[in-house]
């Protein structure tokens, strides 16, 4: 089955509204009348009004990188999944590691905040990764299937088809340190198992499944050209349009 790939760019806490829009006018026409990709930017919540303006009439999507699981409430500094589509956004990061470092995210929490977007009918992309400690361990295979079954409890293959993983090893990412392609596939070929066992083949063989983790225009082909890796996750390298155009175009 062909997967049409996913090229994310997570600008992470970087960029004013202005940067924002000069990075879109900048990359616009790199990537004008490129079909083979999905492309998709996911800003801060501040910057996201500008970027869906700024990609009118390209096919170019805007996300954010977390939503909170209620719909609305008294949850100071969140954002909801309603605030999001309010202003032009589709996707969804859910459980970055980043999120999950610093915010304690767990698999619960992905869990809800996943049934909320998929309920809503944004486009939700869940991170999972194991840390350099648990790869040394050889535990990396035992993390991600507890990442993935927590993240899916509850949803049902019917439900299931909007999803997108992205494999994110949290030792790859902003370390210059990226996954060979070897450790990705293998990494993906044990997520895509165990959506199998929880959901079907059917569902696993379509959903997408994204590497992430030093992604630069250097490497992405050697990752991204893999049959089981259906695009990428970018970080560093998604802030200047030429690089994230170059990587769009592995
Ligand atoms: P990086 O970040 O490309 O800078 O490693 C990836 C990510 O955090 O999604």
Known sequence: ???KALIAANWKMFKTPAEARAFVEAFLPLVAGHERDEIALFPSPVLLPTV?????GSKVAAGAQNIHFAEEGAFTGETSVGQLKAVGGTHTLIGHSERRQYFG?????????LHTALKHGVVP???IGE????REAGKTAEVLKTQVTGAFAGITAEAAGPIVIAYE???????????TPEIAIDAHKIIRAEVARL???EVAAAMRILYGGSVKPDNCTSLIGQEEIDGALVGGASLKPDSFAAIVKY
């Open 125 to 127: 992309i869940v991170c």
């Open 131 to 134: 840390v350099l400690a648990e």
């Open 199 to 201: 959901l079907g083949v």
């Open 1 to 3: 089955m062909s997967r």
């Open 169 to 179: 090893p949290v030792w790859a990412i902003g370390t210059g340190k990226t996954a």
């Open 105 to 113: 995210e767990t698999d619960e929490i992905v869990n809800k905040k």
């Open 52 to 56: 869906v303006e700024a990609v009118k």
